[in-house]
T-cell receptor, first 114, second 113 residues
Framework: DAGITQSPRHKVTETGTPVTLRCHQT?????MYWYRQDPGHGLRLIHY???????DKGEVSDGYSVSRSKTEDFLLTLESATSSQTSVYFC?????????????FGDGTRLSIL | DQQVKQNSPSLSVQEGRISILNCDYT??????FLWYKKYPAEGPTFLIS???IKDKNEDGRFTVFLNKSAKHLSLHIVPSQPGDSAVYFC????????????WGAGTKLIIKP
């Protein structure tokens, strides 16, 4: 869907290690988003980007950083992973950021922090 | 404090019958609502949306109804088909949070043959 690719698809790592998740899109969408999905919760926004080098915090940004050096790539970094960051992470992209246009999602990254 | 609530974690419906998925919200600053569908091991895909200035939007077998006074919306699927078995998320656009989406926890719809 809209050429959103997330890598890796699965990752297991240890507490305290740095982790970087990658999102790549091929549709030249301006806006990109990182969400996490946990049981009993809907998707919660971590960070989003509204252009190259332009990013902002979402609802649950503590412990996460992002970078967008190219339109097509949006990286999510956990500087020092904690067990509470075990989750499924979804990347999304949209041409407009007004929220009334559909966001296109990747297939997710399942991250386990032991 | 969940601003968007989908109170039914799961729903089972006979094939060919109507499926009704419900969503309640608390924030009066929500002005646009979207439904997404998600299959296992895949990302959500957009299904249908509705602006707060409308009370109904229809697209094929899918209809979304909005009751602003009750802060309630519902998704109707008629007739239900086996391929409709999925998790359905309700999301609301928030005018007081940079127009970002606030998501419900989802309802798992199971269509029985």
């Amino acid at each position: 869907d809209a050429g959103i690719t997330q890598s890796p698809r699965h990752k297991v790592t240890e507490t305290g290690t740095p982790v970087t998740l990658r999102c790549h899109q091929t549709e030249n969408h301006r806006y990109m988003y990182w969400y996490r999905q946990d049981p009993g919760h809907g998707l919660r926004l971590i960070h989003y980007s509204y252009g190259v080098k332009d990013t902002d915090k979402g609802e649950v940004s503590d412990g996460y950083s992002v970078s967008r050096s190219k339109t097509e790539d949006f990286l999510l970094t956990l500087e020092s992973a904690t067990s509470s960051q075990t989750s499924v992470y979804f990347c999304a992209a949209a041409q407009h950021g007004a929220g009334n246009q559909p966001q296109h999602f990747g297939d997710g990254t399942r991250l386990s922090i032991l | 404090d969940q601003q968007v609530k989908q109170n039914s974690p799961s729903l089972s419906v006979q094939e060919g019958r109507i499926s009704i998925l419900n969503c309640d919200y608390t924030n009066s600053m929500f002005d646009y609502f979207l439904w997404y569908k998600k299959y296992p091991a895949e990302g959500p895909t957009f299904l249908i949306s509705i602006s707060s200035i409308k009370d109904k939007n229809e697209d094929g077998r899918f209809t979304v109804f909005l009751n602003k006074s009750a802060k309630h919306l519902s998704l109707h699927i008629v007739p239900s088909q086996p391929g409709d078995s999925a998790v359905y998320f309700c999301a609301a656009r928030s005018m007081d949070s940079n127009y970002q989406l606030i998501w419900g926890a989802g309802t798992k719809l199971i269509i029985k043959p």
